[in-house]
């Protein structure tokens, strides 16, 4: 029972370039988030999607975009890396929005030089 | 629009000593509240929720949470740490009526427990 996965767990890149986030959950979940987790900020929401096709923004949009074009697979993309964008990055899904929790992945730590 | 506050953000502790960790939230409707925890180097865990009923809540590993709705607080409470309990407490809130689901966490606290 794979949950929530995140691929790469790690990478570097340098300012400007381009990259996505791939999050893959196999719990048939509708909502799906992306976290970015700062020291001293706790988790701030960056888009999320509450089913396949759709998309929205969070808290911290801005520099990053989304897709769900598959109910499963929920990707982060970053057009032009900043290094502000150094983070860890978190996805997680649920399967129904009210009541149950939250189920995170492990976690992509990013470095932007 | 909602926000939750977390009053420590960093806790150092002698094992067996007792722990409260403070979280406040602003919104004016019917609210879920969660508390989460991270350990050093993994993803974060749920370790208790409140949706309705009785406001004191049990969670994983001996933690309590009790919801006080006239103070909009739901602070995290646990009679006895231990070493192990050393890591990232978060706490969240999520808004039924905003229909997407998603949590607004707190800005964490540390929590060090010394051997």
């Known amino acids: 029972n794979a949950g929530v996965t995140q691929t790469p767990k790690f990478r570097v890149l340098k300012t400007g370039q381009s990259m996505t986030l791939l999050c893959a959950q196999d719990?048939?979940?509708?909502?799906m988030y992306w976290y970015r987790q700062d020291p001293g900020m706790g988790l701030r929401l960056i888009h999320y999607?509450?089913?396949?096709?759709?998309?929205a923004k969070g808290e911290v949009p801005d520099g990053y975009n989304v897709s769900r074009l598959k109910k499963q697979n929920f990707l982060l993309g970053l057009e032009s890396a900043a290094p502000s964008q150094t983070s860890v990055y978190f996805c997680?899904?649920?399967?129904?929005?009210?009541?149950?929790?939250?189920?995170f992945g492990s976690g992509t730590q990013l470095s932007v030089l | 629009a909602q926000s939750v506050s977390q009053h420590n953000h960093h806790v150092i502790l002698s094992e067996a000593a007792s722990l409260e960790l403070g979280c406040n939230y602003s919104?004016?409707?019917?609210?879920?509240l969660f508390w989460y925890v991270q350990y050093p180097g993994q993803h974060l865990q749920l370790l208790l929720k409140?949706?309705?009923?009785?406001?004191l809540v049990k969670g994983i590993k001996g933690f309590e949470a009790e919801f006080i709705k006239s103070k909009f607080s739901f602070n995290l409470r646990k009679p006895s740490v231990q070493w192990s309990d050393t890591a990232e407490y978060f706490c969240?809130?999520?808004?039924?009526?905003?229909?997407?689901?998603?949590?607004?966490f707190g800005q964490g606290t540390t929590l060090q427990v010394k051997p």
């Open positions: 997680a899904s649920r399967l129904d929005r009210d009541r149950e929790k939250l189920f």
């Open positions: 719990m048939n979940h509708e909502y």
């Open positions: 999607s509450v089913g396949e096709g759709t998309t």
């Open positions: 919104y004016g409707g019917t609210v879920n």
């Open positions: 409140y949706f309705s009923g009785d406001p």
């Open positions: 969240a809130v999520n808004a039924p009526s905003s229909n997407t689901g998603k949590l607004i």
